[in-house]
């Protein structure tokens, strides 16, 4: 399978606390976006890397790419209750198509 | 200016029944990709048309079957359904050519549930 991998699976942080999850793939890669999901509904795009950028920022939004290790980090900094959901990491090569990780449930307590 | 939408929300089906599902993209958009996406798992990518053709195809079977119309809307048709066919299933939209930047658009999703 090409999926990726996310870790942790889930992650439980208090506000105000930063939150970082990790994600590794497995083909080459022309870009790397972050996606998020309230509560199993649609997908929200959060930002996109590509794959001869290192870091990119967007506002409490960090995300790293190390093409060398083929993984990538999603950092958010003064995390909010708000920001309870899932976050998926999705890589598209060549074709169109994106190829989605496992996921990590972030939970936010107030 | 509407997102993309899909319909129907929610819906039941017994094993062996065949399902429709629709989608509308989002303005000025012409491709559209669909995903299923299982309880607790990151969505799978099933096909994705552009001008009115399937242009990829992830790991589906033939029960998954497509088609996009003139106006860019698209429906996925599952045939036979199985009890593993239950899922969310989700539609997005983007932008082939032009002002491309890589963002896909997603519905809220259609919940299917195959008893």
Redesign the interface.
């Given at each position: 399978s090409q999926q990726g991998e996310e870790d942790p699976q889930a992650l439980s942080i208090q506000e105000g606390e930063n939150a970082t999850m990790n994600c590794s793939y497995k083909t080459s890669i022309n870009n790397l976006q972050w996606y998020r999901q309230n509560s199993g509904r649609g997908l929200v795009h959060l930002i996109l890397i590509r794959s001869n950028e290192r870091e990119k920022h967007s506002g409490r939004l960090r995300v790293t790419l190390d093409t060398s290790k083929k993984s990538s980090s999603l950092l958010i900094t003064a995390s909010r209750a708000a920001d309870t959901a899932s976050y998926f990491c999705a890589y598209g090569g060549a074709t169109n198509k994106l190829i989605f990780g496992t996921g990590t449930l972030l939970a936010v307590q107030p | 200016d509407a997102g993309?939408t899909q319909s129907p929300t929610h819906l039941i089906k017994t094993r062996g029944q065949q399902v429709t599902l629709r989608c509308s993209p989002k303005s000025g958009h012409d491709?559209v990709?669909w995903?299923q996406?299982a309880?607790g798992?990151?969505?799978?990518?099933i096909f994705?048309y552009y001008e009115e053709e399937e242009?990829?195809r992830?790991n589906f079977p033939d029960r998954f079957s497509g088609h996009q119309f003139p106006n860019y809307s698209s429906e996925l048709n599952v045939n036979a359904l199985l009890l593993g066919d239950s899922a969310?299933y989700?539609c997005?939209s983007r932008q082939?050519a032009g002002d491309y930047?890589?963002?896909?658009?997603?519905?809220?999703?259609s919940?299917l549930t195959v008893l």
């Open positions: - | 993309v491709t990709s995903y996406q309880l798992q990151g969505p799978q990518f994705q242009r990829q992830g969310l989700l997005a082939l930047t890589g963002e896909l658009f997603f519905g809220e999703g919940r």
